[in-house]
């Protein structure tokens, strides 16, 4: 008997379906986000990374250009079992003469169209409303100067389009996620303008009726920025109202919360109101946001809840992390194969018994039996989810990391 047959069986006692456990996990898409290569740089070359986030370290190797970091992608997506999506921003635009930011066509980003056909991914967007000198004030589409909201208007209405391009030529809908920094450091003389120009600006953006069978549209908040501590525009309540009143989503960001709050508790409550669930998955450390996600107690929790809302279908899973301290694709394959297991992990507890005991008001049933799912051989099934999607199972794949870094990274400067 292989130690997976035994897990097998194991899990079978427990009265848990592992092969169906493993072919659901087989079909969730996760979109691994671009700028984790580059420290969020993008190709513009316009200055560095501002609107209140930051990469922190200097780790060699990291990508210089379009090619690089399609390089790295194919490297990372190598090392992680399954098909997934690519999120891409709109500063990551390709080609000899790209326009400003307001002025971007899905031509611009042809070359990331035919990338992802290539690789068999699917594709999002992010307008990019930071790293720019009309976004230097920290305000964008809330801010008092007319034409400085113009610009980002126009430039959320060409990342919509760029996006319903995305999902027409690759034929999956596209997200467009938008994320503004908009904040002030101390305390505002005034909550109430900002936000109310913010929903004005967010209408005109949304104005344009682009097919919904390619295009996901949804806004996403945050608790505080660096820099902006004192006051964030784009708040949790402004845009769950505006989502909810404008059939939009709103994308939890897990990093974007207060650090006892629990965006795993959020889950089950959106569903049942919109149709569609958007995630960002990042790891908090006190003021970052942003670090690589760890299998820790959160990530486990937020699977358990897309697993038991039976909500993998409706929920577009993205990733939001960048450090520059380490190696950039063990970054990438360490928080998306993180994504992965917390999914397995949730798809093989026993929750129609868990539900029942709950039901039945069973609370010592449900406390005990918790606690012996923690103790069940699910690394076997990992392993055998890596070897049948020809992965290198357990940390494997770290040595074609370093071989690659070796290689190619270490010849960048
Ligand atoms: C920032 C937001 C936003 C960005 C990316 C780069 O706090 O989380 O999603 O991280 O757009
Ligand atoms: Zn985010």
């Not at 700028?35 to 501002?50: A, H, I, M």
């Not at 699917?122 to 976004?135: C, E, Q, R, V």
């Not at 945050?222 to 505006?242: A, D, M, N, Q, R």
């Not at 699977?303 to 993205?318: H, P, Q, S, W, Y």
Request: hydrophobic share 40%; charged share 25%.
């Amino acid at each position: 008997m292989t130690r997976f047959e035994a897990a097998k069986a194991h899990y079978g006692d427990y009265g848990v379906d592992v092969d169906k456990a493993l072919n659901v996990l087989s079909g969730v898409r996760i979109s691994m986000h671009c700028w984790q290569g580059d420290d969020v740089t993008g190709f513009e070359n316009k200055g560095s990374l501002s609107g209140g986030i930051a990469a922190t370290g200097n780790y060699p190797g990291k990508a210089r250009n379009a090619e690089e970091l399609m390089a790295d992608i194919k490297k990372a997506l190598s090392l992680i079992p399954g098909k997934h999506k690519l999120n891409l921003h709109a500063s990551y635009a390709i080609g000899g003469s790209i326009p400003d930011r307001d002025k971007l066509e899905p031509k611009h980003f042809s070359a990331w169209a035919d990338f992802a056909r290539a690789e068999g991914l699917g594709l999002d967007f992010n307008p990019t409303f930071f790293s720019h000198p009309k976004a230097d004030k920290g305000l964008t589409l809330s801010s008092p100067d007319a034409s400085i909201r113009n610009f980002w208007i126009e430039h959320g209405k060409a990342s919509r389009r760029i996006a319903e391009y995305f999902g027409k030529t690759l034929g999956m809908p596209a997200l467009n996620d938008v994320w503004i920094p908009d904040g002030y450091k101390d305390i505002p003389a005034d909550r109430y303008k900002p936000r109310e120009r913010l929903k004005a600006s967010l209408d005109e953006v949304f104005s344009e009726k682009l097919d919904p069978n390619y295009l996901i549209d949804c806004v996403e908040s945050k608790v505080f920025g660096i820099g902006l501590e004192s006051y964030t525009v784009g708040s949790h309540e402004f845009y769950l109202s505006y989502a909810a009143k404008n059939n939009v989503l709103c994308l939890l960001d897990t990093g974007h919360f207060h650090p006892t709050e629990m965006v795993s508790d959020k889950i089950p409550s959106l569903l049942l109101f919109f149709g569609k669930l958007a995630l960002h998955v990042s790891r908090p450390v006190r003021w970052d946001s942003d670090h690589v996600i760890i299998f820790d107690e959160e990530l486990k929790e937020i699977a358990k809840e897309l697993v038991r809302c039976n909500a993998l279908d409706k929920t577009l899973i993205g990733l939001d992390f960048f450090d520059a301290s380490i190696n950039r694709i063990a970054a990438w394959v360490t928080g998306m194969r993180n994504m992965q297991k917390a999914l397995l992990y949730a798809l093989l507890m026993p929750y129609e018994k868990l539900s029942r005991f709950q039901e039945e008001s069973n609370f010592t049933e449900i406390l005990v039996l918790m606690e012996e799912c923690k103790f069940l051989p699910f690394a076997d099934v990992w392993d055998e989810f890596c070897g049948r999607n020809d992965v290198p199972p357990r940390d494997a794949w770290f040595k074609p990391v370093l071989e690659y870094e070796k290689q190619v990274l270490s010849k960048r400067n």
